[in-house]
């Protein structure tokens, strides 16, 4: 099973970009979705993107559609977070998930959560 390990959190400023990284330590299948949320103090964990590895598709929510990419690393098996034109309502712990749940965005549904990187945004 392969494990996640998120990295490229640190401190922005408002309208600064980030890049996260999600490196599995095992294979990524075609059958595979990966997934970034996000948790916030005092908040649920929420959906901020997936893609499905097996042709690249994409989705997000809606507070970050325009603003952030979620892509893929090949052959090694990355996955990344651009995070342009970033708020304070953007700051919170970054985490990659898996799933094989096409087009979900429940938390229930992902597994083989990485260990979640801090993205702070303060002036």
């Known amino acids: 099973q392969a494990q996640l390990v998120e990295s490229g959190g640190g401190l922005a400023q408002p309208g600064d970009s980030l890049r996260l990284s999600c490196a599995a330590s095992g294979r990524i299948f075609s059958s595979h979705i990966m997934g970034w949320f996000r948790q916030a103090p005092g908040k649920v964990r929420e959906f901020v993107a997936a893609l499905k590895w097996s042709d690249g598709r994409t989705y997000y929510a809606d507070p970050v559609k325009g603003r952030f990419t979620i892509s893929r690393g090949r052959p090694n098996f990355t996955v990344y977070l651009e995070m342009n034109n970033l708020n304070t309502d953007d700051a919170a712990v970054y985490y990659c998930?898996?799933?094989?749940?096409?087009?979900?965005?429940?938390?229930?549904?992902?597994?083989?959560w990485g260990q979640g990187t801090q993205v702070t945004v303060s002036s």
């Open positions: 998930a898996r799933t094989t749940q096409n087009g979900s965005r429940r938390t229930d549904d992902y597994g083989a």
